[in-house]
């Protein structure tokens, strides 16, 4: 057995899908390093961990991916968001629970998601210019294309979401 094809027997799962991250672990680096870099950049173009956690956990409903649902909502709790937002991140638009920096990051992030609904991507650029600046802005553009590459490889590999006692 070679070496490639002794990684895509660990890779693999029981119902025959393979863990992308295993399976080809040096493009799934160069993503965890993108994700550094946005991270960083978003942090440098001042935008607080909440509204990354927020475009986040959207992006991650809107896809259904709940590996990334799972590790964003212990992000965002560990970054001080409280339980009930949370609860009705879904239907934001519903509410006066969020800023409008984050209904802005919210709207936009749905758009990157859904970028062939194109009247919406320009109703959601609009308002996020209005209340971000071009480097905000361009972070929170990244945060959503970054989370939706996240979204794929999970649930194209149908990564697991495991207890964690305590969690």
């Known amino acids: 057995m070679t070496e490639t094809s002794q990684t895509t027997a660990a890779a693999r799962r029981a119902n025959g899908r393979i863990y992308l991250d ?78 409008a920096r984050e209904r802005a990051a919210l709207a936009l992030a749905e758009a990157t998601t859904h970028p062939a609904d194109a009247l919406a991507q320009e109703r959601a650029y609009a308002e996020a210019e209005a209340v971000f600046d071009d480097d905000e802005l361009s972070a929170v553009l990244w945060v959503a294309v970054t989370i939706n590459a996240f979204n794929r490889v999970s649930i194209l590999s149908k990564h697991p979401v495991r207890d964690v006692p305590g969690h």
């Open 22 to 99: 295993k399976q080809s672990p040096a493009a799934y680096r160069a993503l965890v390093a993108t994700a550094e870099t946005v991270r960083a950049t978003a942090a440098e173009a001042g935008l607080d961990r909440i509204l990354v956690e927020l475009v986040n956990l959207r992006v991650s409903q809107l896809n259904g991916c709940a590996s990334c649902l799972d590790a964003h909502t212990r992000g965002a709790l560990r970054a001080g968001e409280t339980t009930r937002r949370l609860g009705v991140l879904a239907a934001w638009r519903d509410t006066e629970l969020f800023t």
